[in-house]
């Protein structure tokens, strides 16, 4: 399964106006944009699945943010092998 490194994942949340916040108690990372969106990414480890950049595109989605498909064809590139997750 395609994976992204979490630096590249965090470039593109910066790129849509997301910035890294002070984390809650449970050790995960806020990162807000300047409408007060916040987001709760999964960057522990170097690599991040498929599965978990998909969920956080629909998160964005549904938050407003930008598309699921656009978000995806930033994190994999337009010609990927992502059709299934599209």
């Not at 969920?55 to 930008?66: A, I, P, Q, T």
Request: glycine share 10%; hydrophobic share 35%; charged share 30%.
């Amino acid at each position: 399964m395609p994976t992204i490194s979490s630096r590249d994942l965090r470039k593109i949340l910066r790129r849509l106006g997301f910035k890294p916040s002070v984390g809650g108690s449970d050790g995960h990372q806020i990162w807000k944009d300047r409408n007060g969106v916040r987001i709760r990414p999964v960057l522990r480890k170097h690599e991040v699945h498929i599965a978990v950049v998909y969920s956080l595109g629909r998160e964005l989605e549904s938050k407003g943010v930008c598309n699921r498909r656009n978000f995806l064809h930033m994190a994999f590139g337009e010609g990927s092998s992502t059709k299934i997750w599209v």
